[in-house]
């Protein structure tokens, strides 16, 4: 398992900083987000309101992470591990099974998409 990425880059770092405003702002204005979330380290951060439409967010790692009320079905989430974070209200895609969302809360393990 690859270790998460602590990432240089305005968009990475606005996260990192709560900034999840600014950071929803910019994606809306057409600042490119390709490849700067991939494998990302956001243990522990505060991210409700994130707008995640159309983020890879794959092998990303979210241990303890505030993640309520955030929509993921147009993001890509394989491989991201979401051990021990804030879920509630939060909308998964639907290649993603509840149980797996359970065992990747509960265990930590990533999540793997089924066909469909």
Known sequence: MAKPILYHNALFELLRADQ???FNRRKAAGEPTDGQ???GDFRG???RNLDADGLDLRDAYFRGADLRGIDFRKANIEGASFC???ISGCYFPKEVSAEEIRLSVD???RIRYRNT
Do not use: K, P
């Open 107 to 109: 265990l930590g393990i």
């Open 20 to 22: 999840v405003d600014e």
């Open 84 to 86: 021990q974070a804030h």
């Open 45 to 47: 951060l505060d991210l």
């Open 37 to 39: 979330l991939y494998g």
